[in-house]
């Protein structure tokens, strides 16, 4: 049971609540934002005195049932309800480090997408393989230190402007997403030096990320569509998708466009262009 980011997740989760989302009267003399403590343990059935010394990171580990009755008084998503059991000690943690080596049928399977730009994610967001077309279309991978093949250090103490993150649209989305992400991934591996070092080290790196990591989000919008704006080909729309591998807590990640569409066109002539030819700049 991690007490402390409990008694801070349930805290963050009351403040933003409003009484009338949960058929309560506004009132005038509320001087906090969101519910009173009170409230949520009349709304969960459960003594204010304890709930209290939840949030203040002083009580025993709450049952099953009680984290259902808190859960249903927050509103808490699917994601929230899951994060929270995570952090109650009522569900089961990966004790050990997370896992970096990609399964070989995985490595395979991107060379075999030549219209795709394919790529695989750790847990904590490093580029762990990726084929030809990722390469082209984001970066040399191969060409970098596997430090810095991590997205969310490259997002938040990367180089600035649009060259943080390829020049992508929805950047500031993105890193909304990482924060959840790490925030869900450090409840998994709270022993792995990889995880909590890496957000110790954007805690302190970015007021952006300690800023959103204050916030306690843990359930992110899915992206299903970014534009890149490559610096030789212009602007490459593509759908997203991302596919968890459950086994090794990893994501499979592809940009693909539409059959037919100026953006596949895009991604044909860098997949011909490869990333001898991008670091050329283009055709001669």
Known sequence: MDQQELGAFLRSRRERLRPEDVGLAAGSRRRTPGLRREEVAVLAHISIEYYVRLEQARA??????????????????GPEVDHLHVLAGTAPRRTGLHRRDVRPSILALLDRLPGTAAFVTSAAFEVLAWNELAATL???????????????????LGPSGAASLYGVSDAAE??????????RTRSRYPADPGITGLVDELLAGSADFARLWERHDVEAAPMLTKTFAHRVVGDVTVDCDTTTLED????????????????AEALAFLAVLGTDGVRAGGPG
């Open 60 to 77: 025993p580990r709450p049952s099953a049932d009680v984290l259902a009755a808190i859960a249903s008084a927050l509103r808490l998503t």
């Open 174 to 183: 993105f890193r909304h997403h990482a924060v959840m992400e790490l925030r």
């Open 248 to 263: 090794r807590d990893q994501h499979l990640v592809l940009y693909s466009a539409p059959r037919g569409s100026k953006d």
């Open 138 to 156: 984001m970066e040399d991978f191969a060409a970098l230190a596997p430090a810095d093949r991590n997205l969310a250090r490259r997002a938040f």
